[in-house]
């Protein structure tokens, strides 16, 4: 292994160190200005293609809050509420992170959004007898419910009042609602939904009529769900699992008024352990029942008789039958729990209320991600940017592809293997390397020929031949000053660059986030310098004898201009220009949390240092980045191309500042659209030099496309 001897102050005859000194207003730290006459500017380059985004790897799918028709819309990854009104529209709440919306989805398949302000998470929601959408929901830090409709996209309050204590019959805010649970309406124009006060022993029925009056009906048991009869009576359905039977009851009064529960006779255990989702329209007395245990969904009757099999990719969690056609629309997962995250939603998926023989689940609306690893062309291949991806490219040259996710193995425990790196072709061919990417590897920068990476456990620079030659990575450099003694993975070496000359620069940053869950707080140096190709690690800028942490930590308008660099980027010509990119925590008076981040870029040009202050992505949590990475390209001087936690690429200049190139400017995720720009985007894990000229290569929807830029 090569260990690099450290040098904070050292010759170096790169005419960006020169630059770079100058514009720091920094000096006797070696390097200079003689390198001869200035390189010619390049010539002027092909005149960009058509402004669009394509597909060149990889499938597309994902989650987010994408309107559309069909599997050109996108769910998100919870889904709540699902319910049928009477035109056959389905209606539910959707959410991704803090974000919630409605969805709509007509007959027809065509899926639209709107937002509601609501912080607490909607789970249930119903139809009325009015054919209005019932919803219950809640303030923060209160356990109580109150039941609104939706006046098209505006909430108006049906019944309940905030900050009640315990269940309370009345009408409108006179009624007191803790849990609006199974909300189910039933033949006789109510609501029935259970309810419990704190401490009691079992759930109490209680309904809902439409001008807002609550009355409670009796108790019922523990591990119960409502579900309609097909004639519309009030069933629940209990699953005494601890002795491995259940309880079907209906609904029943007496002569004297007073509410009881008929127990059905049933034989539901004898075939399987199924879950009822709802009746199956026009049957006697059947219901569509899940079996996890199999993940098939099929036709129950109460004595045991299971008719109409239908595989299913994965669990469901909600079901709901169409009124209109009796098919059933059930949100299924693509497989396994352990396998599904905020990327990985559901689809929507349509089963006919008769199976004929050879008849499969059809999808809806929606589309699943499409993740994994295979090596092909186009769309046959396969990535997974869930976990993150980091890539480097060269003008109008290949992708050097890494990703967090691991492959999984079959065995138990499960157990799962480093990915291989990947190459895309201009072609969009991809193929895998022999060097593998574990998850304690950081970035990915390409220099010397070689392709560089960061392992945060041994604190070493490795590298690895681009042509594919090596079969591991070989140990280059190590040296402290990457270090930023930092616990946190995000912390510590932020960018590694190659500049026009091939220097390899580097960035380190601190975070000053005090977690109480650390037992010390983040503390590092903040410095920008360069590796060589024999890797000596030398300082450019900042001072590694000065350790920042959150108590000493600079006030913005005091700290030095090379602090909190998320990336670099460079530009060549006869006049070279490089690019900070910054975003600068804000700290509170107590130094003990992050009001906010503050964005910057950072424009060094010969003696001129230009900051200029980009502006904040809406809904961006104080403790979040709103801007990640930056990109150049050498046809197109003056640009800089800059991706954000928005599912958006930006192009920024001195003239315009920043313009959205393609996407959206919303940190909630959408979904990717291909076609004319702004086109649509997901989140965006990369960008980079394109395969042409006038193009990026985006990693998005564990894809990589292809966005040719606008003039």
């Known amino acids: ?94 959410r991704y992170g803090r974000e919630q919306k409605v969805g709509r989805i007509t007959p027809e398949g065509t899926l639209s959004y709107f937002a509601f302000n609501q912080k607490v998470p909607v789970n249930l929601g119903v139809f009325d007898a009015q054919d209005r959408y019932v919803i219950a929901h809640a303030v923060v830090g209160d356990s109580s419910a109150v039941v609104s409709f939706f006046d098209n996209e505006t909430l108006v309050t049906l019944a309940g009042q905030p900050n009640a204590t315990n269940m309370q019959d009345g009408k409108g805010p006179a009624a007191q609602i803790l849990w609006f649970g199974n909300p189910l309406l039933a033949g006789d124009g109510l609501v029935y939904f259970l309810d419990r006060d704190a401490g009691a022993a079992n759930y109490t029925l209680r309904t809902l009529a439409p001008d807002g009056t609550v009355v409670s009906l009796l108790p019922v048991p523990n591990n119960s769900r409502l579900i309609a009869s097909p004639t519309g009576a009030v069933r629940r359905f209990t699953d005494d699992f601890q002795n491995n039977r259940v309880q079907w009851a209906e609904l029943a009064r007496a002569s004297s008024g007073q509410y009881f529960w008929e127990v059905l006779p049933n034989n539901w255990r004898s075939v399987a352990h199924a879950e009822p989702f709802a009746p199956v329209k026009g049957s006697i007395d059947m219901y569509w029942g899940f079996d996890a245990a199999f993940n098939t969904m099929a036709h129950y009757a109460l004595d045991g008789t299971r008719t109409d099999v239908w595989h299913l990719p994965g669990r469901v969690d909600a079901a709901v039958s169409n009124p209109l056609t009796g098919h059933l629309v059930a949100h299924a997962w693509r497989g396994p729990l352990d396998q599904s995250s905020l990327e990985s939603p559901g689809v929507l998926l349509v089963l006919d209320r008769v199976k004929t023989p050879i008849a499969v689940p059809q999808p809806w ?44 193995l079959p065995g138990t425990p499960p157990q799962s293997v480093p990915t ?251 979904g990717v659209r291909l076609g004319s720009l702004p086109a649509s985007l997901n989140l965006v894990k990369f960008i980079g030099p394109g395969p042409d000229a006038n193009s990026l290569y985006v990693g998005s929807e564990n894809s990589v496309l292809r966005l040719g830029l606008p003039a």
């Open 365 to 408: 609306v929606g589309l699943a991600d499409q993740r994994g690893h295979a090596d092909s062309s186009g769309d046959g291949a396969r990535f997974d940017f869930e976990r993150g991806a980091h890539a480097t490219s060269e003008a109008s040259g290949p992708l050097y592809v890494a990703v967090g996710a691991q492959i999984p």
């Open 420 to 670: 291989p790196l990947r190459t895309v072709t201009p072609a969009g061919q991809v193929t895998s390397m022999s060097v593998t990417y574990p998850s304690s590897f950081r970035l990915l920068s390409s220099a010397y020929g070689y392709l560089v990476t960061y392992d945060q456990d041994t604190k070493t620079l490795l590298r690895a031949p681009k042509g594919g030659a090596g079969t591991a990575w070989e140990p280059w450099a190590k040296s402290s000053l990457l270090d930023s003694m930092s616990p946190s993975n995000d912390l510590g070496l932020s960018a590694l660059r190659a500049d026009t000359t091939g220097l390899l620069w580097f960035a380190t940053r601190v975070r000053p986030i005090p977690l109480s869950w650390m037992p010390f707080k983040n503390s590092g140096v903040s410095l920008i310098g360069t590796i060589s190709a024999a890797g000596q690690v030398q300082v450019v800028v900042g001072d590694p004898q000065l350790i920042h942490s959150p108590d000493n930590y600079p006030l913005l308008d005091q700290r030095p201009w090379h602090m909190d660099v998320t990336d670099l980027a460079f530009e060549g010509g006869s006049s070279p220009v490089s690019w900070v990119l910054c975003n600068r925590p804000v700290l509170t008076a107590d130094r003990k949390s992050v009001q906010r981040h503050v964005p910057e870029l950072v424009r060094l040009e010969g003696a001129t240092r230009q900051s200029f202050a980009l502006p904040p992505v809406s809904g961006t949590d104080a403790y979040s980045m709103h801007y990640h990475q930056l990109c150049t390209l050498p046809d197109r001087p003056g640009e800089v191309f800059i991706i954000s936690n928005a599912c958006a690429v930006y192009r920024w200049t001195v003239a315009k500042g920043l313009e959205l190139v393609a996407g959206q400017a919303d940190p909630t995720p959408g």
């Open 1 to 94: 292994m090569r260990t690099s001897t450290e040098k904070v102050s050292s010759a170096l005859t790169r005419r960006h160190f020169a630059l770079w000194m100058t514009a720091s207003g920094l000096s006797a730290c070696g390097g200079g200005v003689g390198e001869g006459a200035p390189a010619p500017a390049p010539a002027p380059g092909p005149a960009p293609g058509p402004a669009s985004l394509s597909l060149m790897a990889g499938a597309l799918g994902g989650s987010g809050f994408l309107s559309g028709a069909l599997t050109d819309a996108r769910l998100p990854p919870v889904m709540a509420g699902h319910a049928f009104n009477s035109k056959g529209d389905l209606w539910f709440v959707g």
